[in-house]
Structure formats: structure tokens, C-alpha cells
């Protein structure tokens, strides 16, 4: 699987931005999806997942009840709905496709797509 994230920039706090993840690979439709990110000098952190059909969603603490994650397997794309951005959300996010049909353990993404970056300004 090949990924490539979009969708990132410069917003203020309490706006929305809507990351997209386009994906290749006839496997895409069978595996989880998860939206990572890192912010400066900290540790990348797993934030969203979705199995492999969409039924079944995950969130950190960190962005429940502000993200969403949703997949389309007709068009192999995955999107990271964010509203109410802090600027703390300041990072780059990443999308990964696991080995598994879901999963939450972050050492199971196996494909990663290049980052982008997302600013939020207070």
C-alpha cells in the first residue's frame, strides 16, 4: 500500500481542516487505517483508526469528540475531519495502513505516507 496525505495548513484555534489520505494497492479495502502525528520534540502518537470496513473507529483522548475518521474503499481514501482545533493540535500528521483489519497498537502500521503539516494559531 501507497499513501499520500493532504490537506494540511495554517488555521486558527476553534476552525476545522479536513486531511485526506490517498492510497494504492488492491489490498487497501482489507486493511485499518490510522492518522498519526508528531508534534516538535515529542513522540508520534497514534490519534485515530478505523477497521477495515469503517464499522469500527478508535480516538485518543487527546482528539475525541473533535476528530473523525472515515474511509472510502471505492475511492481508497481515508480523511481526519478536525474541528475545534487547538493549538496544541499543531503537528504533522501522518496516515498509516496496518497489517491487520483494526487495530489500535501503534507497532501494527506497517505503510506510512509522507507527513503534512498542520499549524493552529491562538
Known amino acids: 500500500v501507497q499513501l499520500q496525505a493532504s490537506g494540511g495548513g495554517l488555521v486558527q484555534a476553534g476552525g476545522s481542516l479536513r486531511l485526506s489520505c490517498a492510497a494504492s494497492g488492491r489490498t487497501f479495502s482489507s486493511v485499518g487505517m490510522g492518522w498519526f502525528r508528531q508534534a516538535p520534540g515529542k513522540e508520534r502518537e497514534l490519534i485515530a483508526a478505523i477497521s477495515w470496513s469503517g464499522g469500527t473507529t478508535s480516538y485518543s483522548n487527546s482528539v475525541k469528540g473533535r476528530f473523525t475518521i472515515s474511509r472510502d474503499n471505492g475511492k481508497n481514501m481515508v480523511y481526519l475531519q478536525m474541528n475545534s482545533l487547538k493549538p496544541e493540535d499543531t503537528a504533522v500528521y501522518y496516515c498509516?495502513?496496518?497489517?491487520?483489519?483494526?487495530?489500535?497498537?501503534?507497532?501494527?502500521?506497517?505503510?506510512w505516507g509522507q507527513g503534512t503539516q498542520v499549524t493552529v494559531s491562538s
Open positions: 498509516a495502513a496496518a497489517g491487520l483489519r483494526f487495530t489500535t497498537d501503534s507497532n501494527k502500521y506497517a505503510y
